[in-house]
T-cell receptor, first 113, second 109 residues
Framework: DAGVTQTPRHEVAEKGQTIILKCEPV?????LFWYRQTKIQGLELLSY????????DGGAFKDRFKAEMLNSSFSTLKIQPTEPKDSAVYLC???????????FGSGTRLLVI | GQQVQQSPTSLVLQEGENAELQCNFS?????MQWFYQRPGGSLISVFY???GTKQSGRLTSTTVIKERRSSLHISSSQITDSGTYLC???????????FGIGTLLSVKP
């Protein structure tokens, strides 16, 4: 499969835990995005990388959310410490470059209890 | 306020009816996209960077960038069209997409 791969598909964490979500972009894509999706807020941008450089890190999410891209084929999103309000679907997407189509992964559904 | 406003937020149709979904942008944009999302599923690009009118099967997108609006028309709706339709815009800088809240479409038999 040449799409965006996200793991795990589901995650249950206790409040205060640290969790790490993983994403493998489409091979050859230069841009990578992390979004959070909730019914109330919709899709909110968490982080945006271009050629592994962090371009934007979604202001309101800075304190407990940290995305990294150590190489062009792998990114992680760490949430530390988790809170119940972090329960959402976390989506990763990649794109070749400016004004190119996005490819989304299947998402990680996070439940914090 | 929201940069991308979608309407309606939800819509229920009988199979065979047509649907018109609207998207308005409060700021200038370079391009926009329409996505479809099945419940619990990922986002699938429906129309990428449309301008003017574009058609794909029973779906028609009409976008006027200068007027900051786009619509998605679904003709002869089918049960399998049920899901959430999202529009998104790219602003003047970078490649990030800003999304609307989506329209939840339910097509009944």
């Amino acid at each position: 499969d040449a799409g965006v791969t996200q793991t795990p598909r589901h995650e249950v964490a206790e409040k205060g835990q640290t969790i790490i979500l993983k994403c493998e972009p489409v091979s050859g894509h230069n841009d990578l995005f992390w979004y959070r999706q909730t019914k109330i807020q919709g899709l909110e941008l968490l982080s945006y990388f271009r050629s592994k450089s962090l371009m934007e890190d979604g202001g309101a999410f800075k304190d407990r959310f940290k995305a990294e891209m150590l190489n062009s084929s792998f990114s992680t999103l760490k949430i530390q410490p988790t809170e119940p309000k972090d329960s959402a679907v976390y989506l990763c997407a990649s794109s070749f470059g400016p004004n190119s189509d996005y490819t989304f992964g299947s998402g990680t559904r996070l439940l914090v209890i | 306020g929201q940069q991308v406003q979608q309407s309606p937020t939800s819509l229920v149709l009988q199979e065979g009816e047509n649907a018109e979904l609207q998207c308005n942008f409060s700021t200038s944009l370079n391009s926009m996209q329409w996505f479809y999302q099945r419940p619990g599923g990922s986002l699938i690009s429906v129309f990428y960077n449309p301008s003017g009118t574009k058609q794909s099967g029973r779906l028609t997108s009409t976008t006027v960038i200068k007027e900051r609006r786009s619509s998605l028309h679904i003709s002869s709706s089918q049960i399998t069209d049920s899901g959430t339709y999202l529009c998104a815009m790219r602003g003047s800088s970078g490649n990030k997409l800003i999304f609307g809240i989506g329209t939840l479409l339910s097509v009944k038999p």
